[in-house]
C-alpha cells in the first residue's frame, strides 16, 4: 500500500542542512494500523507528509498503492490527495463553518454534486455518531466531537489512507479511548488503511498491529507491536520502551527489606500462571509483592511484576532459577 525506499528530506537552515528523515525504507501493507514512534524532533511528521507530499522529498522514494509518486504535480497530485486523507492534533476545523459545511468544503472542492454532497455528509456524520452536530460550529464542541469531525472530513472522498499526526495528543484518556476506537471501526469496517505518528506508547499498544520507532530521523526498528514492545532490539527502543516498565523503588522500601527483588516479565498465557504460588511452595520462600500489572497489547497480556524473595539462601536461588524458566525474563534489581 505504501512504500519508503531510502527516502531522505533535507532542510535548509541559517546555512546549514538539516537531514530530518534519512535514508528510510519501510512498507506499510494495506489494512495494516501502522503507528510510527519516536521522541520530538525524530523525523515523525516530516516522513508521514511524505505520503501526500505536503512534504517534498530530497531523496529516495515514496510508493502508494505501488506508484511512485515523486514529483506528482497537478491533477495526479489531486487524485492522490483524494485517496489520502489526513487529520491533526489540533483538529484544523474551520472555525466559520459548522459541522456540515466543514465536511462538504472538501467534497466541492473535489467537484461532487450538491445531491451527492448532502447525501455522504449524512453518512459520515451517522458513521461518526455525530448526526445532531451538523449545524454546530467547532467552537460549540468538545475535543473528542472535533476530532470525530476531522476523522469524518478526512474520510469523505473514500479515502483509502487515513494519516493521522498525534491525532490523540490534545485529548484527556476517556475521549482517546473513544477517538482509537472509532479508527478501529474505520479500518475494520470501511477498510482504510492507518498510517499514525505519536509519541503515546499507549496508543500504538492499543490499535496498531505493526509499528517503527524512529530516532534522528532513522527507522531503527520495525516489526510485530507485541513482539517490538515484549522484545525490542535496538538500544533507543528498550530505552523507550523501558521508561514505561521501570519501577524506582522508594529509599524506605529498600532499606525495610532484605533478599533480592526480582522484576519478572510474563508474556501470553503465562501472564495468568500461578507462578508465585507454586514455586512458594516448592521452595519455601516468602514474597513481598512491590508492583505489578498486567496490559493489553492488542488481545495478547504482557505481564510485569517485581517481588522481594525471602527465605534460605539456597531456595531463594533456586527459586530465582525456576523463575527464569517459568517466566520470559527474570532480572534481579536490586538486592539487600
Given at each position: 500500500m505504501v512504500e519508503f525506499r531510502e527516502v531522505s528530506v533535507a532542510f535548509h537552515q541559517n546555512k546549514k542542512t538539516v537531514e530530518a528523515v534519512k535514508n528510510v525504507s519501510l512498507k506499510i501493507e494495506k489494512g495494516d494500523i501502522f503507528g510510527i514512534v519516536g521522541g520530538s524532533g525524530a523525523g515523525k511528521?516530516?516522513?508521514?507528509?511524505?505520503?501526500?507530499?505536503?512534504?517534498p522529498v530530497t531523496g529516495g522514494d515514496v510508493l502508494v498503492g505501488g506508484r511512485s509518486i515523486v514529483g506528482y504535480k497537478g491533477e495526479k497530485l489531486r487524485e492522490l490527495r483524494k485517496g489520502v486523507g489526513m487529520i491533526f492534533q489540533h483538529f484544523n476545523l474551520a472555525e466559520n463553518k459548522t459541522v456540515e459545511q466543514n465536511i462538504a468544503f472538501v467534497l466541492k472542492t473535489a467537484g461532487w454534486k450538491k445531491v451527492d454532497i448532502q447525501k455522504r455528509v449524512r453518512e459520515l456524520l451517522e458513521f461518526v455518531k455525530l448526526s445532531d452536530k451538523a449545524d454546530v460550529y467547532p467552537s460549540k464542541l468538545s475535543g473528542g466531537q472535533k476530532q470525530r469531525v476531522a476523522i469524518a472530513r478526512a474520510l469523505a472522498n473514500h479515502t483509502d489512507i487515513l494519516l493521522c499526526d498525534e491525532p490523540t495528543s490534545a485529548l484527556d484518556a476517556e475521549t482517546t479511548a473513544s477517538v482509537l476506537?472509532?479508527?478501529?471501526?474505520?479500518?475494520q469496517k470501511l477498510g482504510v488503511t492507518i498510517i499514525m505518528i505519536t509519541h503515546e506508547l499507549d496508543v500504538v499498544k492499543s490499535i496498531c498491529n505493526r509499528t517503527a520507532v524512529m530516532a534522528d530521523g532513522e527507522v531503527v526498528e520495525t516489526g510485530n507491536v507485541y513482539e517490538v514492545f515484549t522484545n525490542p532490539q535496538h538500544p533507543f527502543t528498550q530505552q523507550l520502551i523501558g521508561h514505561t516498565q521501570h519501577f524506582e523503588i522508594p529509599q524506605e522500601i529498600q532499606s525495610s527489606i532484605s533478599g533480592p527483588v526480582v522484576k519478572l516479565t510474563y508474556l501470553g498465557e503465562r501472564a495468568a500462571e500461578a507462578v508465585l504460588s507454586q514455586t512458594a511452595a516448592d521452595y519455601n520462600v516468602r514474597y513481598n509483592i512491590l508492583h505489578g500489572k498486567i496490559e493489553y497489547?492488542?488481545?495478547?497480556?504482557?505481564?510485569?511484576?517485581?517481588?522481594?524473595i525471602t527465605g534460605d539462601r539456597s531456595d531463594v536461588e533456586q527459586t530465582i532459577q525456576k523463575l527464569a524458566e517459568r517466566t520470559y525474563r527474570t532480572e534481579v534489581v536490586f538486592h539487600a
Open positions: 511528521s516530516t516522513l508521514l507528509r511524505t505520503i501526500n507530499l505536503l512534504q476506537d472509532l479508527l478501529r471501526e474505520v479500518n497489547i492488542g488481545t495478547k497480556p504482557l505481564g510485569i511484576l517485581y517481588v522481594n
